[in-house]
Structure formats: structure tokens, C-alpha cells
């Protein structure tokens, strides 16, 4: 009797760990607000999906709107993956297309934008228009067109591993100085950095390498759907005094020659965070675009 009662006690408990261990954690979370043909917003680096609480204002009215945060990022479990923003393009293809409408659009900011270029290169059909929020196919590259993946992987690899060693204050004090510098509009810096700092460290530096080792330039021109790219500009930055606004928007335009539909946009008066710091003209070329 004992005997009978421990295998099936065992059997139990490996049926369990079984279970445990086929449960994948997601590569992402979501919070839904609003009502209409929807809209999926995915935010950048380190970010939760607050970033886009104004946004969800402005169009919940209209729209079924899905916030995104990304696994790793803003509190978020992480995934153990060593392709992070493959897994989590995989996985966001099958959850637009079972919560999509006749109308859907994808909006991305920054690494959120990158990823969104992936998943309008594998599905040319999943949504109807695509926003691209400050971000490039090969960001490596936006200053030197002739730098390529393989010195980008050799050079940069230990950015997978540049998170990992510091301490709460020290990534908190890190992803804040990287942050001020990309916010015109420091009202919104604290929020920002408050949620940065809740993000995994394996997670944030696996995520940076991967989209800086990453080519996708001669990839876009598979991209079909309407796809507006907006960046910004303010004044010069100090490493690169001579770069002008002509000279971004050429950039930029180099980096999408490839996608015919795609048009590329300056914001004025806009650091990074677009949305935050130029909210005013953000959203007119955002609802022109999609009520175009």
C-alpha cells in the first residue's frame, strides 16, 4: 500500500513539474482601453506601456486601444530567450491578428518601432497602417553607412552583459542620465525613469545588441503597408555640432529608401520621446496619416 501511494505521489509531482516548466512565460503584457477598430502601441527601451497613457486619451474615444510592454522591461518577467525581439515579433503577429479589425494600426517607439518593421517585413497584410516612432533598420549604421553586422557583433557584443553587474541605484541613476538625455520635455522624465528602472538588466542589454546588430535595411522593401516614420529634431547635439536638421532627415531617408511605402517626417521641438515632448504635433501627423 505504501509503496502504490509514493508512485503515485511521484507521478504527481513530476506531472506537476511538467506542467510548470511547459508554462512559457509571454513575451509580453498587455492593458486594453477604449473601444473601435484597434490600435497596438508598443513602447521603447526599458519602457512600460505608460509612456503611451496620453495617447490612449487622445484616441480611446475612437479606437480599441492595446498597450504593450515588453517582457524584461518596466517590471515585466523576462524571457530567457537569446532572440528576444524575434520571440516577441512572433508572438505579438498572433495576437494582432486575433484581435484585429478591418482598421488596425501599429504604433512604435524606438526599439517598439524596430520591432514593428519586423513584424510588417513577416506579415505585409496584419494591419492597415504602421507609425514609426523615432526609430531605424540598422541603427548601427545611421552614422556610418559603411559599418556592418559582423564588426557591430564584435565589437559591441559585451553590451549584452553591460547591465548586469550594476546595483539598483546604479541602474536607476544609468537609465536616467540615458533618458534626459533624450526628453526635451523633463516633466516627464521621472515617470519615465520610475518604470525604466523596474526593467530585468539581462534583458536590457540582450535587447540592445540585438536591434544594433540587426540589418533590416534591404529587408523593409517587402513592407507593403502604409507606413509613416516620424523623427524629430531640436538643435544640434554637442558630439555632432555640424549635423543638421537637412542632414537627419537625409539620414533617415537613406535608411527607408528601400520602402516604398514608407514616408519619413520631421517633428520639431522633439527630443526622442516624441510623443512627450511634441504631443501637439505628434498626434496631428499621426491622425492625418490614419485618417488619410
Not at 78 to 105: C, F, M, R
Not at 150 to 176: A, F, H, I, Q
Amino acid at each position: 500500500m505504501k509503496t502504490k501511494l509514493s508512485i503515485l505521489l511521484f507521478l504527481f509531482a513530476f506531472a506537476n513539474l511538467l506542467g510548470q516548466e511547459t508554462q512559457k512565460t509571454p513575451a509580453f503584457e498587455v492593458s486594453v482601453h477604449g473601444k473601435g477598430d484597434t490600435m497596438f502601441l508598443i513602447p521603447g527601451l526599458s519602457c512600460s506601456g505608460n509612456v503611451w497613457n496620453e495617447t490612449v486619451k487622445t484616441y480611446k474615444d475612437n479606437y480599441e486601444i492595446h498597450v504593450i510592454t515588453l517582457a524584461g522591461y518596466g517590471g515585466v518577467k523576462p524571457i530567457a530567450s537569446e532572440n528576444i525581439l524575434q520571440e516577441v515579433k512572433t508572438e505579438l503577429i498572433g495576437y494582432i491578428k486575433k484581435h484585429k479589425t478591418k482598421n488596425s494600426i501599429l504604433i512604435g517607439h524606438s526599439i517598439g518601432g524596430f520591432t514593428s518593421l519586423l513584424i510588417a517585413i513577416e506579415d505585409q497584410n496584419l494591419v492597415s497602417k504602421i507609425i514609426i516612432v523615432d526609430s531605424l533598420p540598422f541603427l548601427a549604421g545611421s552614422y556610418n553607412d559603411a559599418v556592418t553586422v559582423e564588426v557591430v557583433k564584435s565589437s559591441y557584443g559585451m553590451m549584452k552583459e553591460m547591465y548586469m553587474p550594476m546595483d539598483s541605484l546604479t541602474l536607476r541613476n544609468t537609465l536616467k542620465q540615458s533618458i534626459n538625455g533624450m526628453m526635451r520635455n523633463k516633466e516627464n522624465l521621472e515617470f519615465v525613469v520610475n518604470d525604466a528602472a523596474k526593467s530585468d538588466r539581462r534583458t536590457l542589454g540582450f535587447t540592445v545588441f540585438e536591434m544594433l546588430s540587426t540589418d533590416i535595411r534591404d529587408d523593409i522593401q517587402h513592407i507593403k503597408t502604409p507606413t509613416l516614420v516620424l523623427t524629430n529634431w531640436n538643435k544640434p547635439i554637442p558630439q555632432f555640432p555640424n549635423f543638421t536638421r537637412a542632414d537627419k532627415l537625409k539620414m533617415y531617408q537613406k535608411q527607408y529608401e528601400n520602402c516604398s511605402s514608407c514616408t519619413v517626417k520631421i517633428i520639431d521641438k522633439a527630443e526622442h520621446f516624441i510623443m512627450l515632448d511634441n504631443p501637439t504635433e505628434f498626434y496631428k501627423e499621426v491622425s492625418n496619416f490614419i485618417n488619410e
